[in-house]
């Protein structure tokens, strides 16, 4: 077979690419959607009726256009968890109850030990500031920040 030459123009090919129609996928199902929609749009045009499309399109316009003003981002306050429990100590309790621990720890170092440290800093945070913290609380925001800054 010799090679076939064409000479379209684009105006020429682009007419005749919109006379043929789009070829339909293979499958039966798209072959069958793709008929159900062409008799659709054939009961639409005998009864008088624009398309969907067209009819949500002026649905639209009549509508009043609402001015919808962008969300102001509320940014959380510094120091404070997003979500969650409130913190128990404030970062000032904080530093100084670890600050006080670490002053105590170097003139009695069995203070390390937990069993020892945890009622330690606890009777500091009841008789400082009159909060009566958990074990855990204490290891989390205090004993063991101190620990790891010492050693």
Same mark, same amino acid.
């Given at each position: 077979?010799?090679?076939?030459?064409?000479?379209? #123009?684009?105006?020429?090919?682009?007419?005749?690419?919109?006379?043929? !129609?789009? !070829?339909?996928?293979?499958?039966?199902?798209?072959? &069958?959607?793709?008929? =159900?929609?062409?008799?659709? /749009? /054939?009961?639409? $045009?005998? %009864?008088?009726?624009?398309?969907?499309?067209?009819?949500?399109? @002026?649905?639209?316009?009549?509508? *009043?256009? +609402?001015?919808?003003?962008? *969300? #102001?981002? =509320?940014?959380? #306050?510094?120091? =404070?968890?997003?979500?969650? /429990?409130? !913190?128990?100590?404030? /970062?000032?309790?904080?530093?100084?109850? @670890?600050?006080?621990?670490?002053?105590?720890?170097?003139?009695?170092?069995?203070? +390390? %030990?937990?069993?020892?440290?945890?009622?330690?800093?606890? =009777?500091?945070?009841?008789? $400082?500031?009159?909060? &009566?913290? $958990?074990?855990?609380?204490?290891?989390?925001?205090?004993?063991?920040?101190?620990?790891?800054?010492?050693?």
């Amino acid at each position: 077979m010799g090679k076939a030459k064409i000479d379209l #123009t684009p105006d020429a090919a682009t007419e005749k690419m919109a006379a043929q !129609p789009l !070829p339909l996928a293979r499958s039966p199902f798209r072959q &069958e959607m793709a008929a =159900q929609q062409e008799s659709l /749009r /054939r009961i639409g $045009e005998k %009864l008088g009726m624009a398309s969907v499309a067209e009819t949500l399109r @002026r649905i639209g316009e009549k509508l *009043p256009k +609402a001015e919808i003003a962008p *969300p #102001t981002p =509320q940014e959380p #306050t510094p120091h =404070q968890p997003k979500r969650g /429990r409130k !913190p128990k100590f404030t /970062r000032d309790q904080r530093q100084w109850l @670890r600050e006080q621990y670490s002053r105590d720890l170097k003139g009695n170092p069995q203070l +390390a %030990l937990d069993k020892l440290a945890i009622p330690h800093v606890k =009777q500091l945070a009841k008789t $400082e500031f009159g909060i &009566e913290a $958990e074990a855990s609380t204490l290891l989390k925001q205090v004993i063991r920040p101190v620990r790891r800054s010492v050693w």
